[in-house]
């Protein structure tokens, strides 16, 4: 079983805050939210199929090999109840990422193939403000999904990897509060506590260039 530390993410998130209350204040968040990952053996996998290709296909060319995972970004929504000088936040965010390979096989036959990454998650967060500062720090519940494309259906997506599990992440604060909207950045790390198996599309990718593939097995 191949796992994954799809995390560790070096990530930031910049989020306008609706004002619903203005006592304790009750806020809509809406955010555009980024992450940098290492995500060491899933893009060992890619990169592995990446050589492999070469090898196998010696005659044939790689003209655009599979990019590895570094990035994902998406949309980030929530509700923030704050309360003087504490913060209770609730949030969702769906980050992804996507990739082409285009190549031509010994026999002269075009080899294409796409693939698509999301991470969701559900977190829920503590937090304390110090004027425009402040920090934070939150517990979640992320899904990773791997989907590949369908050959003959350009809208439809098949899934590969679906794996969830806990995750943890600290946070610092920049806010810029106004009358009704206001504006914050939080870049923030994330750590995994469970890795994420993704064995499945290592098996889905490489057995492409290898009918007797199976894809490894090892320990978290």
């Given at each position: ?15 306008f805050?609706v ?18 990952t ?15 290709f070469?090898?196998v ?5 790689l ?11 998406g949309?980030e ?5 704050r309360?003087?000088?504490v ?7 769906n ?18 193939d796409?693939?698509?990454t ?9 937090e ?6 402040g ?5 979640g ?8 494309d ?37 870049p ?22 290898d009918?007797?593939y ?7």
């Open positions: 079983m191949q796992c994954c530390k799809i995390g560790s993410f070096l990530s930031f998130l910049v989020a805050l004002t619903i209350t203005a006592s304790a204040q009750l806020n809509i968040k809406v955010g555009y939210t980024g992450g940098f290492k995500a060491p053996v899933l893009n060992s996998i890619v990169s592995n199929f990446n050589q492999k070469t090898q296909n010696p005659e044939g060319k003209d655009d090999g599979l990019d590895e995972v570094r990035s994902l970004h949309l929504i929530g509700l923030r109840y309360l003087n000088r913060g209770f936040e609730l949030s969702w965010h980050m992804s990422d996507k990739s082409d390979v285009f190549g031509v096989t010994n026999d002269k036959v075009n080899f294409q796409k693939w698509f999301s991470l969701t998650e559900y977190s829920l967060g503590i304390n403000y110090f004027g425009h500062f920090y934070g720090a939150a517990f519940y992320r899904t990773v999904r791997i989907k590949t369908i050959a003959g259906i350009t809208k439809k997506k098949r899934l590969v990897t679906d794996e969830s599990g806990l995750a943890s992440k600290v946070y610092l604060i920049f806010q810029f509060p106004g009358d009704k909207v206001g504006i914050a950045f939080k923030y790390v994330q750590i995994p506590i469970k890795n994420l198996d993704v064995s499945d599309f290592d098996q889905e990718l490489n057995v492409q260039l009918n007797s199976i894809a490894q097995v090892s320990a978290k």
